[in-house]
């Protein structure tokens, strides 16, 4: 019995599903295996760069975030970055190291939390919001542990440096974006805001968090990075 033309059709409709599956199951893999080999969360460019080309790169990372969701090891997104984390209920598990980082002060805290809440935000601003001056040392703190970046030039007299947070602050308190932040109730519920809230107080609600700047901001320039004693005068990064 010779096939017909639509026997031959299904078939071939059969083969191409299986190819594309296939294909699909195989740009799952890479992914997976590009984001366990990095010491540091995967950007989706990065991805994109090396997957088969048209690769659906946040389709593909939604499916493997679904695979790995119950096992002890999770997929978690920090902004357009990717790593794998410990399960949050397994945590307790992990040794500590020894010479994990010492907890931070708590004008530290408050700083952080004003820059992530108000970015971008310059110096003057946060002693404003603060009521006391910010010491050198306590942005060189968050800088160091690499939570908080110099944006940009604020474009008002002086041209004030602006500060906002990293992606490394999101990664490192498990925050997809910015607009993941608590908001009041959260706080108030977590036991960190005791006592009576002054009336009329409220939680700002923070940026997207895109790095562009913003409309009053102007990029950072090879002489404001000397200025700001990131390089040396002829351009080489200080140690």
Known sequence: MTPSEDDFSAEQGKGDTLSESLSLAEAERIAEALVFASAEPVSENFLAE???????????MLRLTDIYAPRGVNLVRSGDRWAFRTAADLSFVIRKDD??????????????AIIAYHQPVTRA????????Q?????????????WVRFRGRRRTPGRPVTLGTTPDFLDHFGLEELRDLPGLEELRGAGLLSGRIPP???IPVPSAGNDDLTEDEDPITQLDLEELGLLTPGGEAEE
Do not use: Y
């Open 50 to 60: 090396r997957l088969p080309a048209g690769a659906d790169v946040r389709a593909i």
């Open 99 to 112: 010479s994990e980082a010492k907890k931070l002060s708590r004008a530290a805290l408050e700083v952080l």
């Open 125 to 132: 601003e946060i002693e404003e919001i603060r009521g006391v």
């Open 134 to 146: 910010t010491s050198k040392g306590t942005l060189d703190v968050l800088m160091e542990a690499g």
């Open 200 to 202: 009329g107080f409220h």
